[in-house]
């Protein structure tokens, strides 16, 4: 008998997540290898490493908990008997690695454990109706930034190069033609570039300033990659619409007023919440990865 019922053993790609996976370490690599990033491999490891062991260890402690809750009631509790139904999940917590190792940069594994580990336990911690409502990496970076001395983030790592953003557009779409949140990517992008543009008409600018804001590739891959994630943004699309607009309107407030290279990352943590109210106005069902895998032919009868 199994001690551990893993999900799926090797990356098939039915799963939109094997794509997501894949676009995000090739990405690392290109930043690696055409960027210069002064990036420690075994920082990168030890994010890998820290989410796997945390999704485990939380897996097993939440499955336990059921357990117990359940059988205490008919005093029929067998020891070690609850590991049988643990399912490990290790293609969220690698995303999140990743995701991390992308954006976040730090001299100190200690900080990279803490906030890796901040990640993952934010799915197990933050839930209503069994949904968590924040962007695991997303919380990751902001307790990094503001709990630790030696963690920051770069947003013009990627320059404004537009063969990036190409790659990214590229990559991205087909991770969001499975997943299907193309409308939350869209409505993002196009509010945040007019509210950028009537700024910079207003200011007299000259239209490549506006271009070098809108080719950011850290823009584009937070766009693409984490304000699109199906399990923590509101279910239904026009809440999502609303959603991508309220975050692409507090963005704009605080990289022009306040002068935060980081707006992004801190608008999406303090509009994460507004994901359990728009859920409330507009009911829609839960989005689930199981349904990417490809149907089975049933047998004739």
């Known amino acids: 008998m199994d001690i551990l019922k893993v ?60 357990t117990l809750h359940d059988r205490l009631r008919s005093g029929n509790v067998e020891p070690f008997r609850w590991l049988s139904a643990v399912e490990v999940n290790w293609r969220s ?12 940069r730090t001299d100190h594994i200690a900080t990279m ?3 890796t580990s901040v990640a993952i336990a934010s799915k197990f911690l933050f839930k209503t109706n069994d949904k968590h409502f924040f962007n695991p990496a997303n919380l990751g ?20 190069e537009i063969w990036y953003g190409l790659i990214f557009i590229g ?43 809108m080719m950011s590739g850290s823009l584009l891959l937070f766009a693409l990659f984490m ?19 309220a975050i692409a309107g507090l963005t704009f407030v605080l990289r022009n007023q306040f002068y935060l290279s980081t707006a992004v990352f801190w608008a999406l943590f303090a509009l994460a919440p507004l994901t359990i109210v728009l859920d409330k106005l507009w009911e829609s069902p839960r989005f689930e990865w199981k349904q990417f895998r490809k149907p089975q032919l049933s047998s004739a009868r």
Request: charged residues 15%; proline residues 4%.
């Open 171 to 213: 990559a991205g779409g087909m991770v969001l033609k499975r997943v299907g949140r193309w409308d939350t990517t869209g409505m993002f992008l196009a509010s945040y570039a007019l509210l950028e543009a009537m700024r910079n008409l207003y200011l007299g600018w000259t239209w490549d300033v506006w271009a070098h804001r």
């Open 113 to 115: 454990v803490f906030a």
């Open 93 to 104: 917590p690698l995303i999140t690695a990743l995701g991390l190792s992308l954006l976040l």
């Open 141 to 160: 970076i902001i307790a990094a930034l503001t709990l630790t001395n030696d963690a920051w983030v770069s947003p013009g790592q990627w320059g404004d």
């Open 7 to 66: 999900r799926s053993h090797l990356p098939s790609f039915n799963d939109a997540r094997d794509y997501q996976i894949l676009c995000l370490s090739l990405f690392l690599g290109l930043g690696v290898a055409m960027r210069d990033w002064s990036l420690q491999p075994v920082i990168v490891a030890t994010a890998i490493l820290t989410a796997l062991v945390t999704q485990s260890l939380l897996s097993c402690w939440l499955t336990l908990k059921e």
């Open 227 to 245: 304000v699109t994630d199906p399990r923590s943004i509101p279910n239904a699309r026009p809440a999502r619409l609303i959603w991508a607009l």
